[in-house]
């Protein structure tokens, strides 16, 4: 009967992945919520095998790999269109904000906070690069670079997390 709860477990564990999953879209830290709950699963039945550290590792780097690219992709973005670091820097904590700010006030479900995120990260590059001297156009595209690259950073970020899924599945469905 055991047997029968722990596949039951794993069906839970997939379910509760693809929602973790999910919420990246809404810049939360959806693709460590897998991991975790992955994790937690391999400590409570590590007897059986489901779970090996070679998998544990991987998905971890994975998780990594795609935080840095979402951190990072809205200060390249901005960058490669022209900003200055400052302007970069201010993609960052204007994605921050945005993505905050946008989660109460876009009234879009699961994408106000991807709205916000790219508008906040776009808006601040622009201020910023305005604020520095830079000419109204070459500001204009450091900020639509900036909010491109938030949205290619997540997106980015998602399609890791559906890597990750897909190989804990493969990994449920192997043993």
Known sequence: MEHYLVYLALVLLMLLNAFWLM????????NWMM???????AWWRWQDGFFGWALL???????????LIEFFAGAGGARRAGATWKGAIAAILGA????????FVIPV???????GACFGAGLMTWIVERHSGSEKEKSL?????AGTGVLIGTLSKFT???IIWIIILIAAIWN
């Open 23 to 30: 919420l990246v879209l809404v810049t939360v830290p959806g």
């Open 35 to 41: 991991v975790i709950s992955t994790y937690l699963f």
């Open 57 to 67: 590792a991987t998905i971890t780097v994975l998780a990594l790999i795609g935080e």
């Open 96 to 103: 921050v904000f945005g993505g905050l700010s946008g989660t």
């Open 109 to 115: 479900p699961l994408f106000g906070t991807l709205i």
């Open 141 to 145: 595209r450091s900020g639509i670079g």
């Open 160 to 162: 890791i997390g559906c």
